[in-house]
């Protein structure tokens, strides 16, 4: 049962590292895709917060699949999916069919990740279940690395569509792996009960978003999510060569440094939530302290930021991504298991929410800027160091409201608890 258990929870990890990889495949190919489609900033951001917002649109409704039909289907339906949406981006030089993949793309990547979330619940409970869903979320994150660095090299070396269409060939791959290993739960004779009706569902899911702890872990999420995602998705890698003068490699090999950072800090996020719960809420907060801080370093220099300082700002960023994670550890206390498929995905909402609305914020100000410093002939320098001074200044806002909102249900959550316990 041990080696069965392993055997899922790879082909789990497997699922979501791809789904990363494709994910995060248009982060470094977002100078390429200026020139390919001949698009400014506010386009560009287009393309990207079209794919996210199908992936936080289908987050409610896939968990209510989810707690339905279970995680084989959809991690199937998901990879997909995602397959279809890559080959449209890879052989369509038009930009609405590369729009129309990538929102193929984010809504395959929507049934990914809390199917695999669903299947550490079903494999594994308590402390346990913490851990391992660090480890898996982290291995995942591996495809960052992969984006930034192998998938970078194709891209450069072959071109747009080889390296687009090898991923859809990587993801048709993983279908048959999940086809052949996945099974929902431990002991499936003894599984979780399904919502007897979609009516049923929604109005678990509307109980149990009343309650404050619920709410408090999409804060969580969206406080924390955000930031690494802007960062990743889209608009660091441009930042980080066209503002701040590194090379393509050495941006890749930046970018690269998220994965291996989460690698690291995430079995040590699991271990402390494991074991000191009543922690969780002062790590998130402090980590949303870090990342205002490193970015105002950073945005505040009078030039280029020294290179360390941009290592540090992208090692917080780093740890921002696996401690976001801590919202589906708390949310867990506050849900049945039998519905934490729709719960989670509405946590999930949060980030990717926050993720969207800043990455198209940060691209209307960039071509704002660059309009307004055109010189004489109407030369346009889309991405420069004052563009993204305060076009990656948004972030604030999403750590600032996340911040508030997460403090106002938690004391709710406090006074609920308090009210419950005089009963």
Not at 74 to 90: N, R
Not at 342 to 359: D, I, K, R
Not at 368 to 380: E, P, R
Not at 411 to 419: F, G
């Amino acid at each position: 049962m041990k080696n069965k258990a392993a055997l899922v929870m790879t082909a789990g990890a497997l699922a979501y590292l791809v789904a990363v990889i494709n994910r995060s495949s248009l982060g470094v190919a977002a100078l390429a895709a200026t020139e390919r489609f001949d698009v400014a900033a506010t386009m560009l951001s287009t393309l990207a917060v079209s794919q996210l917002a199908v992936y936080a649109a289908m987050q409610i409704p896939v968990g209510i699949l989810l707690d339905r039909f279970g995680a084989r289907r959809l991690l199937v339906f998901g990879a997909c999916s995602m397959a279809v949406g890559q080959l449209l981006v890879a052989f369509i030089p038009v930009f609405g069919f590369a729009v129309a993949g990538r929102m193929l793309v984010g809504m395959g990547d929507a049934f990914v990740f809390i199917s695999m979330i669903r299947l550490v619940h079903g494999w594994f409970d308590g402390a346990k279940a913490t851990r391992i869903q660090q480890l898996l979320t982290n291995v995942g994150q591996v495809g960052q690395a992969i984006s930034a660095l192998p998938y970078a090299l194709v891209l450069h070396l072959n071109g747009w569509t080889v390296a687009f269409a090898s991923l859809a060939f990587v993801t048709v791959a993983l279908v048959f792996v999940l086809l052949a290993v996945v099974q929902e739960d431990r002991n499936p004779s003894d599984g979780i009960i399904r919502a007897e009706s979609l009516k049923t569902s929604f109005r678990q899911l509307a109980s149990n978003v009343a309650k404050p702890g619920v709410r408090a872990s999409f804060w969580i999420h969206f406080t924390l999510q955000s930031a690494p995602s802007v960062f990743l998705l889209l608009w660091g890698y441009p930042f980080l060569v066209s503002a701040e003068k590194f090379s393509p490699s050495a941006a890749s090999f930046a970018l690269s440094t998220f994965a291996v950072t989460g690698l690291l800090a995430g079995p040590v996020i699991g271990w402390v939530c494991g074991r000191y719960p009543n922690a969780r809420i002062f790590m998130v907060v402090g980590t949303a302290l870090s990342i205002s801080g490193s970015w105002i370093l950073v945005l505040l220099q009078p030039d280029s930021a020294p290179t360390w300082m941009i290592l540090l700002l992208i090692f917080v960023l780093g740890v921002s991504g696996p401690m976001s994670m801590v919202a589906f550890d708390f949310v867990r206390n506050h849900v049945d298991k039998s519905q934490l498929g729709a719960v989670n995905g509405f946590v999930n909402v949060g980030g990717f929410v926050a993720t969207f609305s800043m990455m198209f914020v940060a691209g209307v100000i960039l071509d704002q800027v660059a309009l307004a410093n055109s010189d004489d002939s109407g030369v346009i320098s889309r991405f420069t160091l004052e563009g993204f001074r305060w076009a990656m200044s948004v972030e604030f806002l999403a750590l600032a409201l996340g911040v508030l909102m997460l403090a106002m249900e938690l004391a709710k959550t406090r006074a609920l608890k308090s009210h419950q316990g005089n009963k």
